[in-house]
């Protein structure tokens, strides 16, 4: 638990330093987004390997309207 809590402290102070210095905070967003699916898809695909579903069409629909409704 306090390991998490040291890892949200400087996530937070570095957030912080990084756009007092003047990077838009939908560059940063982005960025944080991008290097979080970076960090995560490879432990899903290990994960997740033999109880994934096949990719149906059905299935490519619902992510389609999901991503599109948000």
């Known amino acids: 638990m306090i390991?998490?809590?040291?890892?949200f402290a400087?996530?937070?102070s570095m957030t912080k330093k990084v756009i007092d210095e003047?990077?838009?905070?939908?560059?940063?967003?982005?960025f944080q987004l991008f290097v979080a699916?970076?960090?995560m898809a490879p432990v899903a695909y290990f994960a997740e390997?033999?109880?994934?579903?096949k990719l149906t069409v059905e299935i490519l629909?619902?992510?389609f309207f999901n991503a599109l409704l948000g």
Do not use: M, S
């Open 49 to 53: 390997r033999k109880t994934r579903p």
């Open 37 to 39: 699916a970076l960090f």
């Open 61 to 63: 629909v619902y992510i």
């Open 3 to 7: 390991g998490i809590d040291v890892v």
């Open 22 to 30: 003047g990077t838009n905070r939908l560059v940063l967003l982005t």
């Open 10 to 12: 400087a996530g937070n």
